[in-house]
């Protein structure tokens, strides 16, 4: 639901005016998985990584997000425009009471929420954590749609052509990470900003143009 406060934190109230059944699944697992640590003595450790927007590609690009259907993620459905795979952005909602009116999103390469979750593996095992633990895994920042267009843009090179129309059901307005407690215990922030991101979503889609190749070695 709509945050009560910005940043948000460990500490945020969850599982109040859920707008969708993937969150409501998520808080449902996660009070399953505390329920289990409080009832058994130190036999669980789990570590709840709240991961915000995850985007990108890998660096070889040889790995991306190709949906096979009109695109829910920002990142792929406007590199698939880019690509002249589809007519059109569609930016749903241009009302929000944002600096633009649009979504804004904490959005994080994948690589870096690769490396957090072997941090945390590393962690578990050699610092013997016991219990519940919960980590946000974001950039700390949080972008609107035309911020993330135009840095497409700029490394691409390319003109993506958009339309906004209604918002979605379920969707906020704003949402974005504080970190501090995963910089401060786990010793991790993200290595890669936006344009970082922007760069390997569109070395991935030159690369692979219709996506995966069941004939290609990216598979």
């Not at 991961?51 to 991306?64: K, L, P, Q, R, W």
């Not at 016991?130 to 974001?138: A, E, M, P, Q």
């Not at 911020?147 to 949402?175: K, N, W, Y």
């Not at 990470?177 to 569109?202: F, G, H, Y």
Request: charged share 20%.
């Amino acid at each position: 639901g709509k945050p009560r406060y910005l940043p948000v934190d460990e500490s945020h109230p969850t599982g109040q005016s859920l707008t969708s059944p993937y969150a409501k699944s998520a808080h449902m697992s996660e009070q399953i998985l505390q329920d289990l640590c409080a009832t058994d003595d130190n036999e669980w450790t789990v570590v709840s990584l709240r991961i915000f927007n995850t985007s990108g590609a890998h660096s070889s690009a040889d790995i991306g997000e190709h949906p096979l259907t009109v695109p829910k993620n920002l990142m792929p459905y406007v590199s698939q425009v880019a690509a002249d795979l589809r007519p059109e952005l569609r930016v749903y909602g241009g009302d929000y009471d944002t600096v633009d009116g649009t979504g804004i999103r904490d959005y994080i390469h994948v690589e870096d929420v690769c490396d957090a979750i072997g941090i945390v593996l590393k962690k578990m095992l050699s610092d013997k954590w016991s219990k519940w633990y919960t980590f946000n895994v974001g950039s700390g920042y949080g972008h609107s749609v035309p911020e993330i267009i135009a840095a497409f843009e700029s490394v691409s090179g390319l003109t993506v052509p958009h339309v906004v129309t209604d918002r979605r059901v379920a969707d906020i307005g704003q949402c974005w990470a504080d970190i501090s407690l995963a910089e401060q215990i786990l010793n991790w922030r993200p290595k890669r900003n936006i344009t970082d991101i922007c760069q390997s979503v569109m070395n991935w889609q030159k690369k692979n143009r219709n996506g995966f190749d069941l004939n290609n070695n990216n598979v």
